[in-house]
């Protein structure tokens, strides 16, 4: 539970952490390499220990001491994926595309995450297949089965993250040569295929939406950085933006955030980018502003209801056009129970925002999912009196420690604890995907 007094400005200078959107890939990554793979900046988040329990069980050895993480593959011994695991964190779907390459076959159950979204993986199989897989799916359980992988055209009706990553994770050491086309070109993606081709790999056309992959015989270690996390930073601008301050944030790089400064310039924050970091000083008071989500380079899905959250609070009326999940507007139920008016009409929502006056009160809200949650913590520092947070495992999932972070900015919030378990303790118990 994370317990918020609103409404004093924020200021001063924030770290943002490692991307957990980087790093999971990266981390299916190392298992291509049969020897050690150092990461560093990583972030410390519940996904993150989840994606080493799997590591861990199929015999990886992963040790995470303060930010820097070594995955050593030298012995892999299972290609399953255990239930809990995919239920907890639909990422674990990109170990397919890794376990095939590595160990020819892989087992595993349909990822959870179902919660903004039916989320169907029809793009992860069509592109392993095309590599030559053969796959089966029986009662929620996927058998993929590949003697060797081959390079083949992949093309995307739909520039979907995790399906290219897993082409990416399988086509890397296949034989001949794969063509993705319809590729998603977010910033991870990028990073993925820098980390690649720094281990050895043979891509081209990083950053465009065809992507080439030249199959090599195998890869080697390698020590690499993961980049600060964009969605992480975003949160952090939509709080400033929600309650007013001057808040710089440190180990962001501003050019893969063009369409959010945009945005969020548009609700009357001033924001100035600079090498590696973004600041932005915000009245408080913030204008209504529009965001259609889309692919990257568009505003990303995974800052929409932040977003939502200034609107709440913002003078006049704001629109929302949401078209990568059908169903990410749950927050907007609880932000309502804080005097939010909301309507949903399928993917637009229209928000009247309470302004300075009557403003938003604190209430007691429950997190559905890892960005939703984060967008109550932006709502409770813009809104009158106390805003108390339950589900906060949801924010685990991909916040460090949010509480940490605001309060460094003189934020009033904590986290009242209580479920911060071990990732054992957690598995199932706070199922979601992004
Ligand atoms: C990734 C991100 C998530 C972000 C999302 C969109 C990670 C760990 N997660 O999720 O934070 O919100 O990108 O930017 O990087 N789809 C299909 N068939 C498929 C795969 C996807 O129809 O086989 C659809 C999905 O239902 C969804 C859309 O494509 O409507 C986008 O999904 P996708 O880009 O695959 O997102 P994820 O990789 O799950």
Do not use: W
Request: aromatic share 4%; hydrophobic share 40%; net charge neutral.
């Amino acid at each position: 539970m994370i317990e918020v007094q609103g409404t004093s400005p924020l200021s001063g200078t924030v770290k943002i952490q490692g991307s957990k959107n980087a790093v999971l890939p990266m981390m299916a990554a190392a298992l291509l390499h049969e020897g050690i793979t150092v990461f560093t900046n990583v972030p410390r988040i519940q996904d993150v220990f989840c994606m080493m329990g799997i590591l861990r069980f199929i015999g990886c050895v992963c040790r995470l001491e303060d930010h820097v993480l070594s995955i050593d593959a030298t012995r892999v011994l299972r290609a399953e994926i255990p239930e809990g695991y995919m239920k907890a964190m639909r990422s674990s779907i990109m170990m397919l595309g890794a376990l095939l390459a590595r160990q020819g076959r892989a087992l595993t159950r349909y990822p959870g995450g179902c919660l903004i979204g039916s989320r169907p993986i029809d793009l992860h199989i069509k592109a392993l297949r095309a590599l030559g897989a053969e796959i089966t799916e029986e009662k929620g359980t996927i058998c993929a089965r590949a003697e060797r992988l081959r390079g083949a055209e992949i093309h995307f009706p739909y520039p979907s993250v995790g399906a290219t990553e897993n082409a990416l994770l399988a086509a890397v050491l296949a034989d001949g040569t794969a063509r993705i086309t319809g590729a998603a070109k977010e910033p991870e993606i990028q990073e993925l295929c820098l980390l690649l081709n720094q281990m050895g790999g043979k891509i081209q056309g990083i950053g465009t939406d065809c992507l080439t992959v030249e199959g090599v015989e195998s890869l080697s270690g390698a020590v690499r950085q993961v980049p600060g996390d964009r969605i992480v930073a975003g949160t952090y601008l939509a709080a400033a933006l929600a309650c007013g301050g001057k808040v710089q944030l440190e180990g962001v790089d501003p050019r893969h955030m063009g369409a959010v400064v945009s945005a969020f310039e548009d609700c009357g924050g001033h924001i100035k980018a600079g090498e590696g970091c973004l600041a932005v000083s915000a009245s408080g008071k913030p204008e209504a502003f529009e965001i259609v989500t889309g692919p990257y380079p568009d505003f990303p899905t995974d800052l929409q209801s932040p977003a939502m959250a200034v609107m709440a609070a913002a003078n006049g009326k704001s629109r929302i056009v949401e078209n990568v999940f059908e169903n990410r507007y749950r927050t907007a139920a609880e932000l309502e129970k804080m005097g939010a008016d909301i309507r949903i009409c399928g993917k637009e929502a229209l928000i009247a925002g309470k302004g300075p006056e009557p403003g938003l009160c604190g209430a007691r809200v429950t997190a559905s999912d890892l960005r939703g949650g984060a967008a109550l913590v932006a709502a409770g520092l813009a809104a009158k009196g106390t805003t108390v947070i339950d589900g906060c495992c949801h924010i685990h999932r991909g916040y460090e420690d949010i509480c940490r972070d605001l309060s460094s900015l003189g934020a009033r919030i904590r986290d009242e604890g209580g479920e911060k378990g071990s990732i054992s303790s957690r598995i199932g118990e706070c199922a979601g995907g992004i």
